[in-house]
C-alpha cells in the first residue's frame, strides 16, 4: 500500500521568504504524487501534479515540486511567501495505474 | 460555473438520529468518493463510487452507507451516527480513468453529532 508522511503540521514564514513543504512518500510502484490547497472554509483544489512526465512540476500561483525518487520525496517550494499563501497543504500519493479510488493523503502542513 | 455542492454546511444532531448529506456535481463526472478530515489525521476516504450503481468502500466506511442512483448525485447516509462521527466531510468528483484528473471538491459539511 501507498503511503505520504509530510513533515511538520505548522510552517511559519515571512512574506517574502522561500516556502518549503516536506513530503515523502512510500509506494511499491511507481507513483502519482500531487499537491492540494486547502484555504479557509473551502474544499481542496489542486495546485500540481506528477505523472512520470518531468521531474520537475510547476503549479499554480508560483508553486513548484521535484520528484526525486531517490530520496522518496516531493517537496513543495515557492520563492517568494506571500500573505495570500496562507491555507492548508495536502500531499497525496496515487498507484500509477490506478485513478483516484487509490488516493491517499497526508496529514496537511498548515502554513 | 462548474461545482460540487454539498448540503447542509452544518449540521449539528444527536447519537441515533438517522440523516443524510447531499452531494451534486454538474461536471458530467463518473467518480465521486466521500472523505472525512480530522485534525492530525488529513483526508480519509469513506466511500467511493466509479459510475451509477457502482460503489466501493474506501479507507474508513464503517458506519456510513451511500447510494449512486444517478449520475450527479452521492449522499452520504449515517444511519445512526456517533459522536466520533464528528468531523468535517468533504465530497469530491472527478472523470474516471487512470490519468489521475483533478478532484473537484465541495465546501464541506461539518458535523457535530452529541
Known amino acids: 500500500a501507498q503511503s505520504v508522511t509530510q513533515l511538520g503540521s505548522h510552517v511559519s514564514v515571512s512574506e517574502g521568504a522561500l516556502v518549503l513543504l516536506r513530503c515523502n512518500y512510500s509506494s511499491s510502484v511507481p507513483p502519482y504524487l500531487f499537491w492540494y490547497v486547502q484555504y479557509p472554509n473551502q474544499g481542496l483544489q489542486l495546485l500540481l501534479k506528477y505523472t512520470s512526465a518531468a521531474t520537475l512540476v510547476k503549479g499554480i500561483n508560483g508553486f513548484e515540486a521535484e520528484f526525486k525518487k531517490s530520496e522518496t520525496s516531493f517537496h513543495l517550494t515557492k520563492p517568494s511567501a506571500h500573505m495570500s499563501d496562507a491555507a492548508e497543504y495536502f500531499c497525496?500519493?496515487?498507484?500509477?495505474?490506478?485513478?483516484?479510488?487509490?488516493?491517499?493523503f497526508g496529514t496537511g502542513t498548515r502554513l | 460555473e462548474a461545482q460540487v455542492t454539498q448540503n447542509p454546511r452544518y449540521l449539528i444532531t444527536v447519537t441515533g438520529k438517522k440523516l443524510t448529506v447531499t452531494c451534486s456535481q454538474n461536471m458530467n463526472h463518473e467518480y465521486m468518493s466521500w472523505y472525512r478530515q480530522d485534525p492530525g489525521l488529513g483526508l480519509r476516504q469513506i466511500y467511493y463510487?466509479?459510475?451509477?450503481?457502482?460503489?466501493d468502500k474506501g479507507d474508513v466506511p464503517e458506519g456510513y452507507k451511500v447510494s449512486r442512483k444517478e449520475k450527479r448525485n452521492f449522499p452520504l447516509i449515517l444511519e445512526s451516527p456517533s459522536p466520533n462521527q464528528t468531523s468535517l466531510y468533504f465530497c469530491?468528483?472527478?472523470?474516471?480513468?487512470?490519468?489521475?484528473?483533478?478532484?473537484?471538491f465541495g465546501n464541506g459539511t461539518r458535523l457535530t453529532v452529541t
Open positions: 497525496a500519493v496515487s498507484i500509477s495505474n490506478f485513478g483516484n479510488e487509490k488516493l491517499t
Open positions: 469530491a468528483s472527478s472523470t474516471a480513468g487512470t490519468e489521475n484528473s483533478p478532484l473537484h
Open positions: 463510487s466509479m459510475n451509477v450503481e457502482v460503489t
